[in-house]
Nanobody, 123 residues
Framework: QEQLAESGGGSVQAGGSLTLACTGI?????VGWFRQAPGNEREGVAA????????FYADSVKGRFTISRDVAKKTSYLQMSSLKPEDSGLYYC???????????????????WGQGTQVTVSS
């Protein structure tokens, strides 16, 4: 079973940028990025279709976050810019079959999850 490993989290000032990486993805995977802040439910922020042919974003991050993948490196990236304090949380990478991308920002369709990487945005 594939294992996923996130990296790239850290602490930044509001307005700053971070790029998260997730290794262990496959070309055929639907890949999602979710985040969870203390006391909140896990929410989907971005996902892309198998092969990276189409991307999906939560309204709260559209225009600021970009998901991409490097198939050769088996890595998904989440580029985050214009970060806000409300973007803080533990960010998880997840993969699933193509069917997960029918509702790409819902966790239920995904099969494998990484351990998460912490993002903290200070005002």
């Amino acid at each position: 079973q594939e294992q996923l490993a996130e990296s790239g989290g850290g602490s930044v000032q509001a307005g700053g940028s971070l790029t998260l990486a997730c290794t262990g993805i496959k070309y055929i995977d639907c890949v999602g990025w979710f985040r969870q802040a203390p006391g909140n439910e896990r929410e989907g922020v971005a996902a892309d279709y198998p092969g990276g042919t189409e991307s999906f974003y939560a309204d709260s991050v559209k225009g600021r976050f970009t998901i991409s993948r490097d198939v050769a490196k088996k890595t998904s990236y989440l580029q985050m810019s214009s970060l806000k304090p409300e973007d803080s949380g533990l960010y998880y990478c997840t993969t699933g079959p193509g069917s997960a991308c029918v509702q790409p920002l819902r966790a239920a369709g995904y099969m494998t999850w990484g351990q998460g990487t912490q993002v903290t945005v200070s005002s």
